[in-house]
């Protein structure tokens, strides 16, 4: 089957951002994505691409920005929507507030979205989508030609332990620390086209992948391939999907500049005649078990030999790697939050820290509630002080 792929005008940015819906007395998810989003009219009912989307769970709504050429650009567009949205949900006595999953809100008394695409996915898959109750962000960057939007996204497939470790957010799963960095990332990655993506060689191998899962019935479209990094084809942009709910506008920032430097850098490489690293499969999926299980503390794979360093000196190494890059795309200071969470702690670590120093889980959501409102990391000692 041919897929036709619209090339973008260079390394454009598109954010997805899952954010929750909080009950302000309870702390526990609420329900009430569908009022929120008729509150909101002008915002969710944009034609094809609304700024504010149901997702799955009606604890979720999902905000989305217009093209943006730079990472500032697509962060005022965000900033810009939840100004909007906060003024609707602090009406109904809700907070805001993105992590990979609520510390104590129990997956069981979710209620799905009206829509009919995911009442068929939960009749398809079950148990397993009746499970996500998670929240990620996910980030679109443009590819100018076809022919490079494999080989990126094989080269990209090295640094998902980099993506979901800096971003890890999703300890605590129903009241119960999980021993995981991410449980988002078990908890999604096990739908049947969810994980790592297929390692292919071209374009080509692409499309008569997708041509045997269709004629297979293993999906009914190609948008239901959920890898952590994919092509998208109706974008013309690689969608890197591996990152979990991330609590602040900064932190969402790091990962839009990260993205657009890595897919400029293969980009440019590509433009020279090189040819692009392929890590081996087994390389790919170990170390996103790595991150998934350490975060930042994770051992990684560095060569298809078994060779191994610590994730937060590759982070290091790659964070000046990618400077250059970053400063000419106007992303340099969103890149430098990455060496700020590796000082301060990812949101995992901010989170347990709370528990360390006696908060409850519902601190623990009280300080997610104010870092998304303040775009600032807060600890236990400042959850009594800071509004919601």
């Known amino acids: 089957m041919a897929i036709d792929f619209n090339p973008s005008r260079g390394a454009t940015l598109g954010v997805e951002w899952e954010l ?3 009950d302000t007395e309870t702390m526990h998810l609420r329900q009430d994505a569908r009022e929120v989003l008729a509150a909101l009219p002008s915002l969710s009912e944009g034609g094809d691409n609304p700024k504010i989307r149901h997702e799955l769970m009606e604890s979720t709504v999902e905000i989305v920005t217009d093209i943006s050429h730079t990472v500032g650009e697509a962060k005022a567009d965000l900033a810009a929507t939840v100004k909007e949205l906060r003024a609707a949900t602090a009406a109904r006595g809700l907070a805001l507030a993105c992590t990979g999953t609520h510390p104590i809100s129990d ?4 209620v799905m979205a009206p829509i009919q695409r995911y009442a068929e996915l939960i009749e398809q898959m079950q148990w397993l989508a009746r499970r996500i109750q998670t929240f990620g962000v996910h980030v679109h960057v443009g590819v100018r030609n076809v022919d490079k939007a494999i080989p990126i996204v094989n080269a990209l497939s090295a640094y998902l332990p980099h993506f979901l470790a800096l971003t890890a957010s999703s300890p605590f799963w129903s009241g119960s620390d999980t021993g995981l960095a991410s449980s988002r990332a078990v908890v999604f990655g096990q739908l049947p086209t969810a994980g790592p993506p297929h390692l292919l060689d071209d374009w080509a191998a692409f499309e008569d992948y997708m041509d045997t899962l269709l004629r297979a019935g293993t999906i009914r479209s190609i948008k239901e391939v959920w890898w952590d990094i994919r092509p998208h084809p109706d974008f013309g942009t690689i969608e890197i999907r591996m990152f979990d709910g991330i609590p602040t506008l900064r932190e969402v920032g790091m990962a839009a500049a990260l993205c657009q430097s890595l897919v400029t850098l293969f980009d440019q ?3 020279r005649g090189y040819t692009l690293p392929r890590p081996a499969a087994w390389v790919v999926r170990d170390n996103k078990w790595r991150a998934t299980r350490y975060g930042l503390d994770a051992i990684v794979i ?9 994730l937060r ?3 290091y190494e790659l964070i000046r790697e990618l400077e250059p890059v970053a400063d000419r795309l106007g992303c340099a200071e969103e890149l430098k939050v990455a060496g700020e969470v590796l000082e301060h702690g990812a949101p995992y670590e901010r989170q347990r820290a709370i528990r360390a120093e006696g908060g409850t889980l519902e ?3 009280q300080a997610a509630i104010a870092e998304f409102a303040e775009d600032r990391f807060v600890t236990l000692g400042e959850v009594a002080h800071v509004g919601t």
């Open 20 to 22: 929750q819906l909080i």
């Open 313 to 315: 000196d590759d982070l």
């Open 363 to 365: 601190n623990v959501v």
């Open 107 to 110: 997956w069981r008394d979710a």
């Open 302 to 310: 560095t060569d298809d030999t078994g060779n191994t360093a610590p």
């Open 269 to 271: 490489q590509l433009d």
